[in-house]
Every structure is written in C-alpha cells, then in structure tokens.
C-alpha cells in the first residue's frame, strides 16, 4: 500500500476524553472515530488489524472443525419469548417493533436463533455433534459504554454453539474449543490466563474466560503462583485477604448509610479528607451492600439529605453508578458532578476494591480527592500489565499461593447443559428412535475488544507495537528524499514490489515527509519492521532496518533476502 493514497490521520495530541492506552492510541493512529456513544467507524488502517483477528479466529474455529453461518442481527422477539430470557434481559437487549407491531431485538446473543435453527434442521442422533459458528456483530446497550472499542455498545464478536447427545460429547467438545482458544489467543500475541467464569445470564455449569492481562482491565483475577487454580473473582471461592480484607471489613462496619466523621472515613479512605463526609451504601438487591459510596461535604454547600439506600435509584441493582445516576440520587446541581470523571466515587464490591483509584465527589469545583483509594497502598504497580497487584492466601485447592491481577475478558467459553434446547423444545431421535433432548455448549470471543487488549500490552511511548501476525502493515519501507535521488526512489520502489510479491504486507511512505513524521509516523502505527532507504547507505549497498521493538537501528544488506532475514 502506498500511503500516498491510504490518508493516515494520525495526531500528536491524546484525545481527552480516551482513557486508557489503547483507546487514544486508536484515535491518534486514526484506526478508529467514534460516530457515537459505544460505536465506532473502522477506518482503513484499522479495519485490517481487524480482519487479521477475525481471520485467525475463523482459521482457528474452521480447524477445529465448527462450521460458519452468518445470521442475521435482528431477530425476533417470539424466540427470546420461547426461552424465557425476553423479561430478564433488562436494558442491555436494544429492543423495537417493524411496521407490523411485532417485537424485535439487536443480537446482544445468538443462542436462541441457532437453536430454532437446529430444532428445524437436525432430527437424528446421526447429525450429531455440530457445532455452528459466526462471526458477526453484536449491540449491547451498555450501562456504560467506555474504553473505546473495550466496552462497546455496537461491537464484533465470534460466537460459536454446539449440540450433542450426552453430557461427555459436550465435554469433549468445550475442551477442543478451549484448545482453539488457546491458539487464537496465542496467535494474536496476547499474554493470556484462562480462568474458571460466572455463567453470567448465559446460564449453564461449567464456565471459563479467557483473560488479556492489563492493569485497565475491569475484571479482577485471583490465580494461584506455583499451582493451577484460577477463577475471576466473581467466581472464585478464595477471599481477599489481608488489606483487602481490611477493608472488606471496614466496609462491614461502615455499611449503614449516614454520616461519619472525616477522621473515621480519612483513615479508611487513606486520603486526607476535610469537612464531614456523607457516605452512602448502595445495595445490588434487598440487604446486599454492593457499593459505598463517599462525599465530601464542605462549606456551606450541603448535599441533600439522600438515604442511598432508599432511593429508588440506588435500590435498582446496578454495579457502578453513571455520573448521572449520582447526580439523580444526591440530588446535586449538575456542574457539580461534571468534574468527576469515571472511575466515579462508588466503590464496588471486592472484585473493585483494586480498581479504586477513584475520584471522590466534593461540592465544590476543582475539590474533588483524586486517586483515592480503599485500602491499599496509593501508587499503582509499575508495570502496565502483568503485575500481581495484592498477594492472598493458599490456593483454594492447596497447590500456590493466590495472586490477584486485573483482567480483560477477551473470550468465554460456556457448557449450557439443556437450558435453551429444553426451553425451546429442542429434540434429535437417539439409536432407539427415543426423542433426547440436546446438550449445548457456546463459545464467544470478543473480536474487535480482542484488538484494543492486544494493545494495552503492546505499546510504547512512540505509540502501538503490533505482533507480526496482527500488524497493519509488516513492513514499512521509508524512502529518504525520494522526489530527488532517482537511486533512493528505484530501490525503494523495488523492494516494496518484491516484499509485498513474496506475500509480505508492506507499506511504501511515498508521501515526500519528512524523516522524522515519517518515523514517527510507522511508529504511532505500530509497523513490526521499518526498513529507511537512502543515498547515503545505498553508496554502500546498505538498508538500515530497524525493529518495532528494538532500541537501535542496524545496517542490512540492501536485498529482498536480507529483509525476510529480519
Ligand atoms: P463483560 O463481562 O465484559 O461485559 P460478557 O461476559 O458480558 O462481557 P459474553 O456474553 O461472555 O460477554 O460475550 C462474549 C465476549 O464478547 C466477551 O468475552 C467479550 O470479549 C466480548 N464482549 C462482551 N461485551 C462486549 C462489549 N460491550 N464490547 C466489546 N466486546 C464485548
Ligand atoms: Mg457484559
Ligand atoms: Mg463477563
Ligand atoms: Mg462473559
């Protein structure tokens, strides 16, 4: 590709409102735009990080032997009716009516479309195992969409479901799943766990996530050193020990809404706090204290008297409350929450209590505590990805000792059992011409959240470092003063035909920059392989190369073969 013609919109600046690594990496690079909350174009660039996901994901399912389908994204109300999950979907589920008054959905899902599919298809045991892939897009809408293509509300996934005839098929098969798990993850250059799941409202026993280790990551991972064990919190039957503990603890006691004096909540807080503070319990279900929540109160702009329990809102289950969700159960005018930005003053059950670096809500601009945390040391683990941030106990199964590190669920891998063949009337004949009714298993994998992981591990300060198998580009040949050495511009030329004739993807900078945006250029990029092409080094027959990764450059050969060396 030359970019002559392929515009890169790439900027200096860190867009204010990205967060996190990868999400203003992917606006600087100009690999995506947002059009609006949760969704997000694909831009040139981008989109082939992406295809090259997708098709590692499909390379990888086709291998294992699942079969691809495409269905449709919209799909009708009356199958999600049949399994039961119409009213319990809540607003995450974009629902709407056609012309005719008859209810729809966007797929947040597919579970209940391939099995009305299969009830119509498969009669006999002899079509038996299958398992049906796609890869398609999905629309969740999020409580809070952030992150960029993290936690989207329109968003790409791969979602597979298989059907069997006894319990052991689908076990055999949800392992064959999760070693192609295991490849795709590998393949794409993730540091990956994969750990035991909550089912979630999926439903069905056995469950595992595959982890992208990041400190950005929203889920909380307890993993055994020296063992085995691994679980997400939500799932895991270890508890938190130590200052985790503590603070579990201090919670208990401060579990009733009302106000406590700024020395008690100081002191837990950790953070240096001045005027009364009011602190809040906001419960997930009647009697389960889910989330505190703490403001400072100063001068004489109190907050109304809000008993957070009480509040309609607050009762609502939800795990994090939205700016406005605050906003609506205190009461308070709105410049006053504006400043807060997210992670916002509620601290959630355990598995947030390491996110807490949170900012805590003051009634007056530019007072608000940032970085305040429960518990916990204040700075943050060094490294971005990768750290353990607390130590725990022994390892639920007496082999390690438990580690917690922050995770980015990048796939889930599920064994359903019954519950949608059963709900929807599903049945295949057996041998003895008896009716059974199918085990199933699903199996997702976030492909476009997938690209922004990857990202969180791999970058630097001059911006993305892509694994060779992901990259935009492979190569990227940087001519220097080409629209005056006739010599620089044949051989650039020539080595970007070669290159990209040998089946390597490369990018020709033919754009007359100068050498320091062009450099900086394939760097924000993330381009694995630069190769500059000049007078100078050509007087010696020379390329310089230089690795993504590596600190310096190096002088190569000026050939074909020197290049596929590297
Ligand atoms: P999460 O816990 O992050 O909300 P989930 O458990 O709801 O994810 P699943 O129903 O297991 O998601 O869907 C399969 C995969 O789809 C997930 O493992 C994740 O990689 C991806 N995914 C889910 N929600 C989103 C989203 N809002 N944006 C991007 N990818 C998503
Ligand atoms: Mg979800
Ligand atoms: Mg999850
Ligand atoms: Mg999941």
């Given at each position: 590709?030359?970019?002559?013609?392929?515009?890169?919109?790439?900027?200096?600046?860190?867009?204010?409102?990205?967060?996190?690594?990868?999400?203003?990496?992917?606006?600087?690079?100009?690999?995506?735009?947002?059009?609006?909350?949760g969704?997000?174009?694909?831009?040139?660039?981008?989109?082939?990080?992406?295809?090259?996901?997708?098709?590692?994901?499909?390379?990888?399912?086709?291998?294992?032997?699942?079969?691809?389908?495409?269905?449709?994204?919209?799909?009708?109300?009356?199958?999600?009716?049949?399994?039961?999950?119409?009213?319990?979907m809540g607003y995450e589920m974009l629902?709407?009516?056609?012309?005719?008054?008859?209810?729809?959905c966007y797929a947040p899902t597919?579970?209940?479309?391939?099995?009305?599919?299969?009830?119509?298809?498969?009669?006999?045991?002899?079509?038996?195992?299958?398992?049906?892939?796609?890869?398609?897009t999905k629309f969740r809408d999020e409580r809070r969409p952030?992150?960029?293509?993290?936690r989207g509300r329109e968003f790409?996934m791969?979602?597979?479901?298989?059907?069997?005839?006894?319990?052991?098929?689908?076990?055999?098969?949800?392992?064959?799943?999760?070693?192609?798990?295991?490849?795709?993850?590998?393949?794409?250059?993730?540091?990956?766990?994969?750990?035991?799941?909550?089912?979630?409202n999926?439903?069905?026993?056995?469950?595992?996530?595959?982890?992208?280790?990041?400190?950005?990551?929203?889920?909380?991972?307890?993993?055994?050193?020296?063992?085995?064990?691994?679980?997400?919190?939500?799932?895991?039957?270890?508890?938190?020990?130590?200052?985790?503990?503590?603070?579990?603890?201090?919670?208990?006691?401060?579990?009733?809404?009302?106000?406590?004096?700024?020395?008690?909540?100081?002191?837990?807080?950790?953070?240096?706090?001045?005027?009364?503070?009011?602190?809040?319990?906001?419960?997930?279900?009647?009697?389960?204290?889910?989330?505190?929540?703490?403001?400072?109160?100063?001068?004489?702009?109190?907050?109304?008297?809000?008993?957070?329990?009480?509040?309609?809102?607050?009762?609502?289950?939800?795990?994090?409350?939205?700016?406005?969700?605050?906003?609506?159960?205190?009461?308070?005018?709105?410049?006053?929450?504006?400043?807060?930005?997210?992670?916002?003053?509620?601290?959630?059950?355990?598995?947030?209590?390491?996110?807490?670096?949170?900012?805590?809500?003051?009634?007056?601009?530019?007072?608000?505590?940032?970085?305040?945390?429960?518990?916990?040391?204040?700075?943050?683990?060094?490294?971005?990805?990768?750290?353990?941030?607390?130590?725990?106990?022994?390892?639920?199964?007496?082999?390690?000792?438990?580690?917690?590190?922050?995770?980015?669920?990048?796939?889930?891998?599920?064994?359903?059992?019954?519950?949608?063949?059963?709900?929807?009337?599903?049945?295949?004949?057996?041998?003895?011409?008896?009716?059974?009714?199918?085990?199933?298993?699903?199996?997702g994998?976030g492909?476009?959240r997938?690209?922004?992981?990857?990202?969180?591990?791999?970058?630097?300060?001059?911006?993305?470092?892509?694994?060779?198998?992901?990259?935009?580009?492979?190569?990227?040949?940087?001519?220097?003063?080409?629209?005056?050495?006739?010599?620089?511009?044949?051989?650039?030329?020539?080595?970007?035909?070669?290159?990209?004739?040998?089946?390597?993807?490369?990018?020709?900078?033919?754009?007359?920059?100068?050498?320091?945006?062009?450099?900086?250029?394939?760097?924000?990029?993330?381009?694995?392989?630069?190769?500059?092409?000049?007078?100078?080094?050509?007087?010696?027959?020379?390329?310089?190369?230089?690795?993504?990764?590596?600190?310096?450059?190096?002088?190569?050969?000026?050939?074909?073969?020197?290049?596929?060396?590297?």
């Open positions: 590709m030359r970019l002559s013609r392929f515009p890169l919109a790439t900027t200096k600046e860190t867009p204010s409102d990205a967060e996190i690594i990868s999400h203003q990496l992917m606006l600087r690079a100009g690999f995506i735009r947002k059009l609006g909350a969704l997000y174009t694909w831009l040139p660039i981008g989109l082939r990080v992406l295809k090259k996901v997708e098709n590692i994901v499909r390379e990888e399912m086709d291998r294992a032997g699942a079969l691809e389908v495409l269905m449709p994204t919209i799909q009708p109300g009356e199958l999600w009716k049949e399994s039961g999950r119409w009213d319990v629902r709407f009516k056609d012309r005719h008054k008859n209810d729809f597919a579970e209940e479309v391939i099995t009305f599919h299969v009830r119509q298809d498969i009669r006999s045991y002899r079509q038996l195992p299958i398992n049906y892939y796609q890869i398609q952030r992150f960029g293509l993290m790409l791969k979602d597979a479901y298989s059907f069997h005839m006894d319990a052991e098929d689908l076990s055999r098969e949800y392992y064959n799943m999760r070693e192609a798990y295991i490849r795709v993850f590998t393949r794409v250059g993730a540091a990956f766990r994969a750990v035991k799941a909550d089912s979630g999926i439903g069905g026993a056995l469950s595992e996530e595959f982890h992208i280790l990041a400190n950005s990551g929203e889920d909380l991972l307890a993993v055994a050193e020296g063992g085995t064990y691994a679980a997400n919190v939500e799932a895991a039957e270890c508890k938190p020990t130590g200052k985790r503990a503590a603070a579990s603890a201090a919670l208990e006691k401060v579990s009733t809404p009302g106000q406590k004096t700024c020395d008690q909540v100081s002191k837990f807080l950790n953070v240096p706090l001045t005027g009364k503070v009011k602190l809040l319990v906001v419960h997930a279900a009647e009697g389960q204290p889910h989330a505190l929540i703490g403001i400072a109160l100063r001068g004489d702009h109190q907050l109304n008297e809000v008993k957070a329990s009480k509040h309609p809102k607050v009762k609502s289950p939800f795990k994090m409350a939205t700016p406005e969700e605050v906003q609506a159960a205190f009461g308070c005018e709105t410049g006053y929450l504006g400043p807060i930005k997210c992670p916002i003053p509620v601290i959630a059950d355990h598995a947030a209590f390491e996110v807490a670096d949170f900012v805590c809500g003051a009634n007056e601009n530019d007072h608000h505590l940032k970085g305040a945390n429960w518990g916990r040391d204040a700075e943050e683990p060094e490294t971005a990805d990768l750290r353990a941030i607390v130590e725990g106990d022994a390892s639920p199964d007496g082999v390690g000792v438990i580690k917690f590190y922050r995770g980015i669920e990048g796939g889930h891998v599920f064994q359903l059992g019954k519950k949608y063949s059963k709900a929807m009337n599903l049945t295949v004949l057996d041998e003895k011409g008896q009716a059974v009714t199918p085990e199933m298993g699903c199996y994998i492909v476009s997938l690209v922004a992981a990857v990202l969180e591990q791999s970058n630097d300060a001059g911006g993305m470092i892509w694994p060779d198998a992901i990259a935009p580009f492979r190569v990227i040949v940087c001519p220097i003063g080409m629209d005056k050495s006739e010599a620089v511009k044949a051989a650039a030329e020539k080595l970007y035909a070669d290159l990209n004739a040998a089946g390597i993807e490369t990018a020709l900078d033919d754009r007359g920059a100068r050498p320091g945006s062009m450099f900086a250029d394939a760097d924000l990029i993330g381009i694995p392989h630069r190769v500059v092409i000049g007078d100078k080094s050509l007087a010696t027959a020379q390329f310089e190369y230089k690795s993504r990764k590596a600190e310096k450059a190096e002088m190569i050969p000026a050939s074909l073969e020197a290049v596929l060396e590297k």
